[in-house]
């Protein structure tokens, strides 16, 4: 499958943002589905994940309560809604795709070598 993320951009402490990862192919149901940050000289870290059929989710504690994971299947597309951000939030975004179960992937604690296809990234800026 592959990934286009975009939605990204700059925006006060306190506001909003959706991104949006839209997937070709007929298959997209048949991933979990999830979004990574990387902030400048660190490294790629877990953000939020969802299940096939959106059944269930998963946040870093960093993020639990302020951004929310959705995916509409019939769109192709997985959305990150990303409230009261703060200026720690400030990163390239990326979305990603794994075959394995959400379950699964929740064990191994969302490693990113476990998600095979990756979008481009889009860049979220939090100023202070």
């Known amino acids: 499958v592959q990934l286009q993320a975009s939605g990204g951009g700059l925006v006060q402490a306190g506001g909003s943002l959706r991104l949006s990862c839209a997937a070709s192919g007929r298959t997209f149901s048949s991933y979990g589905m999830s979004w990574f940050r990387q902030a400048s000289g660190k490294e790629r870290e877990f953000v939020a994940a969802?299940?096939?059929?959106?059944?269930?989710?998963n946040y870093a504690d960093s993020v639990k309560g302020r951004f929310t994971i959705s995916r509409d299947n019939a769109k192709n597309t997985v959305y990150l809604q990303m409230n009261s951000l703060k200026p720690e939030d400030t990163a390239v975004y990326y979305c990603?795709?794994?075959?394995?179960?959400?379950?699964?992937?929740?064990?191994?604690?969302?490693?990113?070598?476990?998600?095979?296809?990756w979008g481009q990234g889009t860049q979220v800026t939090v100023s202070s």
């Open positions: 969802i299940s096939r059929y959106g059944g269930s989710t």
């Open positions: 990603a795709s794994s075959s394995d179960p959400i379950h699964v992937l929740s064990f191994r604690r969302f490693l990113p070598r476990d998600f095979g296809s």
